[in-house]
Protein backbone atom coordinates (compact mmCIF):
# COMPACT_ATOMS: atom_id res chain seq x y z
CA UNK A 1 0.00 0.00 0.00
CA UNK A 2 1.46 3.73 -0.85
CA UNK A 3 2.38 5.92 2.70
CA UNK A 4 0.17 8.38 0.86
CA UNK A 5 -3.19 6.00 0.74
CA UNK A 6 -2.23 4.54 4.11
CA UNK A 7 -1.85 8.37 5.54
CA UNK A 8 -5.39 9.05 4.12
CA UNK A 9 -6.43 5.61 6.05
CA UNK A 10 -5.39 6.53 9.28
CA UNK A 11 -7.43 9.39 9.51
CA UNK A 12 -10.44 7.30 9.03
CA UNK A 13 -10.30 5.94 13.02
CA UNK A 14 -7.85 5.00 15.60
CA UNK A 15 -5.25 1.84 15.32
CA UNK A 16 -7.29 -0.74 16.60
CA UNK A 17 -5.08 -3.50 18.79
CA UNK A 18 -6.05 -6.67 20.15
CA UNK A 19 -7.82 -6.52 24.02
CA UNK A 20 -6.16 -7.59 27.11
CA UNK A 21 -8.67 -10.55 27.72
CA UNK A 22 -7.46 -11.87 23.64
CA UNK A 23 -3.94 -11.45 24.07
CA UNK A 24 -3.69 -13.51 27.36
CA UNK A 25 0.01 -11.98 28.36
CA UNK A 26 -0.57 -13.35 32.09
CA UNK A 27 -0.53 -16.83 30.87
CA UNK A 28 1.06 -16.97 27.44
CA UNK A 29 5.07 -16.72 27.20
CA UNK A 30 5.78 -13.67 25.64
CA UNK A 31 8.79 -12.95 23.10
CA UNK A 32 10.64 -9.56 23.22
CA UNK A 33 12.96 -8.96 20.34
CA UNK A 34 15.38 -5.75 22.08
CA UNK A 35 15.98 -4.87 18.61
CA UNK A 36 13.29 -5.04 16.39
CA UNK A 37 14.29 -5.90 12.47
CA UNK A 38 11.71 -8.61 11.74
CA UNK A 39 9.97 -7.06 8.50
CA UNK A 40 6.47 -8.63 8.32
CA UNK A 41 3.23 -7.37 6.61
CA UNK A 42 0.13 -7.48 8.56
CA UNK A 43 -3.34 -6.66 8.49
CA UNK A 44 -4.80 -3.58 10.67
CA UNK A 45 -7.72 -1.65 11.29
CA UNK A 46 -7.78 1.94 11.00
CA UNK A 47 -11.79 1.66 10.74
CA UNK A 48 -10.80 0.49 7.55
CA UNK A 49 -9.14 -2.78 7.21
CA UNK A 50 -5.68 -2.21 5.60
CA UNK A 51 -2.28 -4.55 4.89
CA UNK A 52 0.61 -2.44 5.87
CA UNK A 53 4.27 -2.82 6.14
CA UNK A 54 5.64 -2.79 9.48
CA UNK A 55 8.03 -4.20 11.85
CA UNK A 56 7.15 -7.34 14.73
CA UNK A 57 8.81 -6.15 18.02
CA UNK A 58 6.86 -8.77 20.42
CA UNK A 59 5.45 -11.88 20.05
CA UNK A 60 3.33 -14.79 21.75
CA UNK A 61 2.35 -18.17 19.84
CA UNK A 62 -0.98 -16.38 19.07
CA UNK A 63 -0.69 -12.87 18.81
CA UNK A 64 2.12 -10.18 17.26
CA UNK A 65 2.96 -7.01 18.41
CA UNK A 66 3.58 -3.98 15.74
CA UNK A 67 5.15 -0.90 14.83
CA UNK A 68 4.18 1.34 11.78
CA UNK A 69 4.52 4.25 10.51
CA UNK A 70 1.19 6.26 9.06
CA UNK A 71 0.23 9.64 9.25
CA UNK A 72 3.29 10.94 10.05
CA UNK A 73 3.23 8.89 13.31
CA UNK A 74 4.75 5.91 14.51
CA UNK A 75 1.77 3.40 15.53
CA UNK A 76 1.83 0.33 17.48
CA UNK A 77 -0.64 -2.64 18.12
CA UNK A 78 -1.38 -5.88 18.55
CA UNK A 79 -2.82 -8.15 15.41
CA UNK A 80 -3.75 -11.96 15.34
CA UNK A 81 -0.59 -14.29 14.15
CA UNK A 82 -2.67 -15.22 11.39
CA UNK A 83 -2.82 -11.71 10.25
CA UNK A 84 0.91 -11.48 9.52
CA UNK A 85 3.23 -12.71 7.09
CA UNK A 86 6.80 -12.26 6.63
CA UNK A 87 8.86 -10.74 4.42
CA UNK A 88 10.79 -13.13 2.35
CA UNK A 89 13.68 -10.01 1.17
CA UNK A 90 16.10 -12.92 0.11
CA UNK A 91 13.41 -13.77 -2.66
CA UNK A 92 12.61 -10.14 -4.09
CA UNK A 93 8.82 -10.27 -2.53
CA UNK A 94 9.51 -7.11 -0.28
Known sequence: MSAKILDRVAHDGPLQS??????????MPLTMDPRPQRHV????RFGTPVKVDAIACRWTSQAVGIELEAGGRKHRCWV?????EEIDHAHGSG
Open 18 to 27: LTPEELQLDR
Open 80 to 84: WAGAV
Open 41 to 44: RAWV
